[in-house]
């Protein structure tokens, strides 16, 4: 029995009158009795129950709504004083007071918090939104490699903002790489000719201008590449949105949502262009990185010195260490060029550049270079050093160099070397009883002086014997004991007669191995090391000109 609000009840056993003081309110107020029914309702609570009835909202047998029903009959009898509850009427929501009455009847206040709830439901949806942002940031720029950054992407596009998404990457030609995904589904690349005319707004992102509103493009006339391979259901709504990059767009993200669920709301429109952005950006970093990569192993693989093998029946082996053990070249450089078959002499250059780093190797490659096309001049030493130094002198590098060149040629089982030292340690002569013996060349610098002056000494080399070329971060190699010693030519001499009738390989391997020994874990300068021996019990079938082959002249990074 619901009474109105003009007559108000007389509350059981007093005389205390509360109709004119709750009828007034600027809220719904309901009166209920100890049974729960609804006793006294003022004008805002009758209009919002209409409303309720009008929406189909069911009421409790009392006529409360059923929240507050229950929360009616959980009232204390006595002690500690009622709380307040919360509950939803009419699509509203409201916090409700309960005032007891001495004639124990019940006085609800119903106070609105819609606007409130929608205020902190937004607050919550936005730091949601922002605690995504920043894990979707750490998850994309985790990975600098383009395919597995795209594939985060999709994959957190679907699982996150749609029911699929697909990466549309910048043209390859008249290509575009895909990456596909849907929720629950595997992530999905491949390579495709498309015509990003067939999707509203998608050939526009592609060159980086705004995205188009999602309700102008037609789900029904999505092309049949966009869909991801397995995708259940029909397109019911579309975001094309690009990738910003640094500079050029990085692509396109296209989601995907089902007929089945909601169409993508505004705001979620927009969230899915915050998402694109850092994704966008994550994978521009991705692609610039990538070219970078590309760009250095171009260079490396000019810069870093040949692997050297058996030439004409000459051995041939170096190693090399950059000063820093994160870089892989330097100042110190050698290069091994086979002659033609007609002289069967091979040009050896080692030589060391003033400096470390990628700086010197800028300028080993240049010399290096150099080199390379002076090689006709190769038998005439003194020529080849007078026009290195012309180039250097005129460059506008300050570094200058020390460099050992050799012409070695086989004879009658024998090597015969032509040693040249411009500036530079001399080389170090192993014979096959132990022996070592320095080479009696010399010379000024490359690349200091106008004029460059060099010593040439032949050198012969028995079987078993070895010529070994080397740059000074071997003997000025800082460590021993106390870690301030110089290794020094007298260790490397000694550490050398050891090495008599090794192999190439072993020669150099054992000296890098002492150098690195003696450095410990100090600070060095580049070292270089390259053997020439000549092999014990080699065959004479290269020392005839015109007759055998060179063994081997690969040169490879």
């Not at 080397?470 to 021993?480: K, Q």
Request: aromatic share 4%; with cysteine.
């Amino acid at each position: 029995m619901i009474r109105t609000s003009g007559t108000p009840k007389t509350p059981r056993g007093g005389d205390v009158h509360v109709g004119t003081t709750w009828n007034n309110a600027p809220y719904p107020v309901v009166v209920a009795d100890g049974g729960g029914d609804i006793v006294e309702t003022n004008e805002g609570a009758r209009r919002l129950f209409a409303h309720a009835e009008e929406a189909g909202e069911g009421l409790a047998a009392g006529g409360l709504p059923h929240w507050l029903a229950q929360a009616h009959h959980r009232l204390p009898s006595a002690g500690a004083p009622p709380a307040a509850v919360s509950g939803a009427v009419a699509g509203r929501t409201f916090e409700a007071h309960p005032s007891l009455v001495e004639n124990g009847d019940v006085v609800w206040w119903l106070v609105e918090d819609t606007d409130l709830r929608r205020a902190e439901q937004a607050l919550r949806g936005e730091r949601e939104r922002a605690a995504l942002l920043a894990e979707i940031s750490g998850a994309l720029l985790s990975s600098l490699n383009v395919e597995r950054c795209a594939e985060v992407t999709a994959r957190m596009a679907a699982d996150h903002l749609a029911d699929a998404a697909v990466i549309v990457a910048p043209a390859q030609g008249r290509r575009h790489a895909l990456t596909y995904a849907q929720v629950g589904g595997e992530v999905t690349q491949a390579v495709v000719s498309i015509d990003a005319r067939t999707v509203p707004g998608l050939a526009e992102a592609l060159q980086g201008f705004p995205p188009v509103p999602t309700r102008w493009i037609d789900p029904d006339d999505v092309p049949g590449w966009v869909v991801p391979p397995g995708f259940a259901g029909v397109i019911g709504s579309v975001i094309v949105t690009p990738l910003p990059g640094h500079g050029v767009p990085a692509g396109v993200l296209i989601l995907l949502r089902s007929s089945t669920h909601q169409a993508f709301t505004d705001g979620e429109e927009v969230f899915a262009r915050l998402f694109a952005a850092r994704a966008g950006a994550a994978l521009s970093a991705a692609r610039l990185y990538a070219e970078q990569a590309s760009i250095t192993a171009t260079l490396l693989r000019e810069l870093l010195p040949p692997r050297l093998e058996r030439v004409y029946g000459v051995e041939y082996a170096g190693v090399y260490r950059a000063s820093q053990d994160h870089e892989r070249v330097g100042g110190d450089f050698y290069d091994v060029h086979p002659g033609a078959d007609a002289s069967k002499e091979t040009f050896v250059v080692l030589g060391d550049v003033a400096g470390k780093g990628l700086e010197a190797a800028v300028l080993t490659g240049k010399i290096r270079s150099v080199l390379h096309a002076l090689l006709p001049l190769s038998g005439d030493h003194q020529q080849v050093l007078v026009l290195l130094n012309d180039a250097l002198m005129n460059s506008h590098h300050t570094r200058f160099a020390t460099l050992v060149l050799a012409s070695v040629r086989r004879s009658s089982g024998q090597v015969l070397l032509r040693l040249t030292s411009a500036g530079h340690l001399p080389p170090l002569i192993v014979r096959a009883d132990g022996r070592v013996e320095e080479a009696a060349t010399g010379g000024t610098l490359v690349g200091a002086l106008p004029e460059v002056r060099a010593r040439s000494v032949d050198v012969v080399l028995e079987p078993g014997e070895t010529c070994l070329l080397y740059t000074d971060g071997i003997t000025e190699a800082r460590g021993g004991p106390l870690g301030d010693q110089l290794y020094g030519e007298e260790r490397l001499q000694e550490a050398l007669r050891e090495c008599a009738r090794m192999p190439a390989e072993a020669v150099v391997e054992r000296v890098q191995m002492l150098a690195a020994q003696w450095l410990g874990g100090g600070r060095h300068d580049d070292m270089a090391t390259l053997a020439i021996t000549n092999p014990a019990g080699a065959h004479d079938e290269f020392d005839e000109v015109g007759h055998g082959s060179r063994e081997s002249q690969r040169r490879e990074p």
